[in-house]
């Protein structure tokens, strides 16, 4: 991919897609090192290896870039997983459930029937974006029909996951707020980023470009956010151990929870 870029621009964007892929891979694998039953691990290492299909639509390939057109939104799927599922791993309602597979289908599929429809797929992406290689007719009417249909699909997506975190904020204890609010708030940062960024690259590309970079740094805060969470939580376990042993040691227990809150 590296050595069939669009142009010099894509050198920068290939940079970010890897340091936020590792960013992410890293984090899973600490994660799953630390609770393998846990599938918050999975989630992390599955949204890292997948952010690398962004990476192949930024080459001139044309068959490379298509694979990449493709398949580079399936990304959200397990991220839509990893944020919904925080911090047990399991996504306990039906609609929790549901929402990562219709992002991980609707999406790729719809990207899929516009590569099909469409011999420039990516017009406003890039001036040399290669052609696609499987178009099949040429369509461009109904190709950009399709487009605007996913996009409003994709909004409504957002919109669900949103109401969801803020369901499960509400519904949360004080005790489990703590331990929630990192990873809900660089999700639902993430999330309204995305969101702002395709309404406003419809009308205004300068802005498009300014949003690109604040969705980047929200997307990369997430995996940051989770290793605090597992810092956090680390912490406490040890202020637990600690006040146990001075209680068995015989420790009056207002020291002992004076020197475990310190």
Do not use: K, M
């Amino acid at each position: 991919v590296g050595s069939n870029l669009h142009d010099d621009a894509s050198w920068l964007a290939l940079a970010i897609v890897l340091f936020v892929s590792i960013a992410f891979v890293l984090s899973g694998l600490i994660a799953l090192a630390r609770r393998a039953e846990n599938h918050t691990g999975v989630y992390l290492a599955a949204v890292g290896y997948l952010a690398l299909f962004s990476a192949f639509a930024l080459s001139a390939n044309e068959w490379i870039f298509a694979i990449g057109f493709a398949l580079e939104t399936l990304v959200w799927a397990p991220f839509a997983a990893l944020v919904l599922a925080y911090p047990t791993g399991v996504l306990q309602r039906r609609l929790e459930r549901a929402l990562p597979v219709l992002v991980g289908t609707t999406l790729p599929v719809a990207s899929i029937l516009i590569l099909l429809l469409d011999s420039t797929p990516a017009p406003s992406r890039c001036n040399g974006c290669p052609e696609s290689p499987i178009v099949l007719t040429e369509r461009p009417g109904l190709a950009g029909f399709i487009d605007v249909v996913s996009t409003v699909v994709g909004l409504g997506l957002i919109a669900a996951g949103l109401v969801l975190l803020v369901r499960r904020w509400r519904a949360a204890s004080p005790a489990l707020r703590r331990l929630l609010w990192p990873v809900l708030a660089a999700g639902s940062a993430t999330l309204l980023a995305i969101g702002t960024l395709v309404i406003v690259d419809e009308f205004y590309d300068d802005a498009a470009d300014a949003l690109a970079l604040v969705l980047v740094l929200c997307f990369v805060t997430v995996p940051v956010a989770f290793l605090v969470g597992i810092l956090r939580s680390r912490l406490a376990r040890g202020s637990v151990s600690a006040l146990v042993l001075r209680l068995q040691e015989g420790t009056e227990l207002h020291e002992a929870l004076s020197e475990a809150l310190r």
